[in-house]
């Protein structure tokens, strides 16, 4: 008669870059090798009507640039044709902090100037990022650098953040395979609560917590410049961080060499991730510091790149106490897709 493996017994976990608690509860899941995306979503295939496909370019919001600089393109940058924040209002000369900000009668308010702007990444409706070469994913995230190193010329700007919806659920709009980059004239509590518990990390160890990662039980995969892991205490089952192996504060000081090292692994998690989960919806978001961020700060602010699998919902006790329940251990998730071979 078959017996059912021990359960691990509950656990909460800090994490050192993020601040968060996180509960772990395995006896809320089936075994973590059972998790699937419940519905996996088909990109629509109708590339006549859609404005990214090559051919369409007219039905988009004005270009940025392209590469190459050609008909032939192979990436576009473009604005987004519904921003969040607006580049037609006038900027405030970088005076946009808590300091220049408005206090109205119901809380503080800054005006919603900003870029928002759409990487296309294929001209081709049915090739996903994970598709591509590596050195073509390379491409797509030296255009990110690029479009970054571009905005970095208005001061009023203080932090960009890179991210990607794959999949309507994740909450991506169109099936073309795009991501997305929006500035904003302020550093969003989120990114301040990340340095702030960097540096608390910093101040009691004398290391930055992302070099610090060493765990072999909790590493996937890793090349010459990156790594990628189950982080520590990951608020989202199969959460993945690709992370630089050389100290690095801001994502565009990304060479070319390094971007197509990079591109190689993101390929290869995507394509262990769509395996081993049903090609779930995910979202990806780079991590990077503050545009304005000072010398003081350098020493354990580190970029990294979370990939999050959309396996399970948030419900009101995560809404409500900013802490998740985690049903997988992340020594469990990364060992599952360690072990996972997948052709490239």
Same mark, same amino acid.
């Given at each position: 008669m078959a017996t059912t493996p021990p359960t691990r017994s509950p656990e909460l976990r800090k994490d050192p870059v993020t601040n968060q608690w996180v509960i772990f509860s395995p006896a809320r899941a089936k075994r973590p090798s059972d998790f699937k995306s419940k519905s996996p979503e088909n990109p629509n295939n109708n590339s006549s009507s859609c404005?990214?496909?090559?051919?369409?370019?007219?039905?988009?919001a004005p270009e940025i640039f392209r590469v190459p600089p050609d008909p032939n393109w192979k990436l576009r940058v473009i604005e987004n044709l519904y921003p969040a924040l607006s580049r037609k209002l006038d900027h405030?000369?970088?005076?946009?902090?808590?300091?220049?900000?408005?206090?109205?009668?119901?809380?503080?308010?800054?005006?919603?100037?900003?870029?928002?702007?759409?990487?296309?990444? $294929?001209?081709?409706?049915?090739?996903?990022?994970? /598709?591509?070469?590596p050195s073509k994913i390379g491409d797509v995230l030296i255009a990110y650098k690029r479009r970054i190193e571009q905005i970095?010329?208005? /001061?009023?700007?203080?932090?960009?953040?890179?991210?990607?919806?794959?999949?309507?659920s994740a909450g991506a709009s169109m099936s073309h395979s795009h991501s997305q980059m929006l500035s904003l004239p302020i550093v969003p509590?989120?990114?301040?609560?990340?340095?702030?518990?960097?540096?608390?990390?910093?101040?009691?160890t004398g290391k930055c917590s992302l070099c610090q990662v060493?765990?072999?039980?909790?590493?996937?995969?890793e090349t010459s410049h990156f790594f990628s892991i189950a982080p520590y205490a990951s608020s989202f089952p199969f959460e993945i961080w690709i992370i630089p192996r050389d100290h690095s504060s801001h994502f565009d000081e990304l060479d070319n060499k390094k971007a197509v090292d990079l591109g190689g692994l993101l390929k290869l998690i995507l394509k262990k991730m769509a395996l081993q989960l049903n090609n779930p919806p995910f979202n990806?978001?780079?991590? $990077?510091?503050?545009i304005q961020v000072t010398d003081s700060e350098l020493p354990y602010s580190h970029w990294f790149l979370q990939i999050i699998p959309q396996l399970t919902g948030v419900g009101g006790f995560e809404l409500g106490s900013g802490c998740y329940i985690n049903p997988v251990f992340p020594d469990d998730a990364a060992k599952i897709l360690r072990e996972l071979n997948v052709p490239i």
């Open positions: 404005p990214f496909c090559i051919g369409n370019e007219h039905q988009c405030p000369n970088g005076q946009n902090d808590d300091s220049s900000s408005e206090l109205s009668g119901l809380g503080w308010v800054v005006a919603g100037f900003g870029f928002h702007d759409v990487v296309i990444e $294929t001209p081709v409706h049915s090739v996903q990022l994970s /598709d591509l070469d970095k010329q208005f /001061d009023s700007i203080k932090y960009i953040q890179v991210f990607k919806n794959h999949g309507a509590p989120s990114v301040s609560t990340r340095l702030n518990s960097m540096k608390e990390h910093f101040n009691q060493q765990s072999k039980d909790l590493l996937i995969n990806f978001m780079i991590h $990077t510091s503050p």
